[in-house]
């Protein structure tokens, strides 16, 4: 089933009201407000929300793309990673096939998967013997349980990114921001990475999902470390990026460096303040886009 080719506006609304103080794993995020700073969920970007549940504890949340196929963010508490990185075992979300579903995440069986879920979502058969692999927004590297960091494995947290981004300068984001919130955080750090689609003219994986043409990340540390090293001073308590997943997309937000490894040229990241990025989010999809609570501020 082809995906309608919807300009990005359309997905677009502003919430108006306050988050229901109960609510399922899928359709609320009053269960997992916890990963949000100040329990403030972004505002301006209308979807699905998930509290992604895994062994029946709420690990991260997901704002998610119906139509798309795909996440438009996934929000979550920052903690310093231990241990090697978990087998990549894939699941999905069994309550967007089936309502009714037990709210965990589920392991992709070896047999293939039943038609609702199908519908309802990426699978494993998507990104096979594609030219994209599968983008964490929420990376198991930044999470220091072994259970917190396996829940990070599931296509509703996954987004196509090219291999050129996710092995090269986004993976290198995601290490400084560890090494930084590991070194100068001194409380929680939350955290917010989410997708720009094209402006017009969607790519799509396989007909299926919608591939973006740029990813982007913003945290929020409210209690850190006031000796910080020149370079870092204007980095808390709020800092963010934008990445590119096209290397032939137009450089109106990130230009193209000359000088990259040749593999990876045109997957450049640009880092920013929080109010530029807001910026460009709403430049692209038409609507104010609030990332954190008053910027991340505890007033």
């Not at 700073?37 to 949340?61: E, M, V």
């Not at 139509?67 to 903690?79: C, D, G, N, Q, V």
């Not at 198991?140 to 829940?151: G, I, K, M, T, V």
Request: aromatic fraction near 12%.
């Amino acid at each position: 089933m082809t995906p309608p080719h919807c300009h990005a506006s359309a997905f677009v609304l502003v919430w108006a009201s306050a988050w229901l103080l109960c609510g399922a794993d899928v359709g609320d995020f009053a269960p997992c407000l916890q990963v949000f700073h100040r329990s403030w969920p972004p505002k301006g970007l209308a979807g699905t929300p998930i509290c992604q549940r895994y062994n029946n504890q709420h690990r991260f949340a997901t704002l998610y793309s119906r139509a798309r196929r795909s996440p438009w963010f996934s929000a979550y508490l920052y903690t310093t990673p231990a241990g090697r990185r978990p087998s990549a075992s894939w699941k999905f979300e069994p309550q967007l096939a089936y309502p009714g579903a037990d709210g965990n995440m589920i392991p992709f069986p070896p047999h293939p998967v039943d038609q609702n879920v199908v519908d309802s979502q990426a699978v494993q058969l998507d990104y096979i013997n594609s030219t994209f692999t599968r983008g964490h927004l929420n990376p198991s590297l930044h999470h220091q349980s072994r259970e917190d960091r396996s829940a990070t494995f599931t296509l509703t947290n996954a987004v196509p990114q090219k291999p050129g981004s996710n092995d090269g300068p986004w993976e290198v984001l995601e290490q400084t921001v560890n090494k930084t919130l590991a070194a100068y955080c001194l409380g929680e750090a939350y955290i917010v990475t989410g997708i720009i689609p094209y402006h017009s003219g969607e790519r799509w994986l396989k007909n299926r999902v919608a591939v973006p043409e740029y990813m982007w990340s913003a945290y929020c540390c409210p209690d850190y470390n006031a000796s910080l090293p020149e370079e870092l001073r204007d980095t808390f308590p709020t800092y963010a990026a934008v990445g590119r997943n096209d290397r032939n997309s137009t450089e109106e937000i990130v230009p193209v460096s000359k000088v990259a490894k040749k593999q990876f040229r045109g997957y450049d990241v640009r880092r920013m303040p929080l109010e530029t990025l807001e910026t460009y989010l709403k430049e692209r999809f038409g609507s104010v886009v609030s990332v954190f609570y008053e910027q991340c501020s505890e007033s």
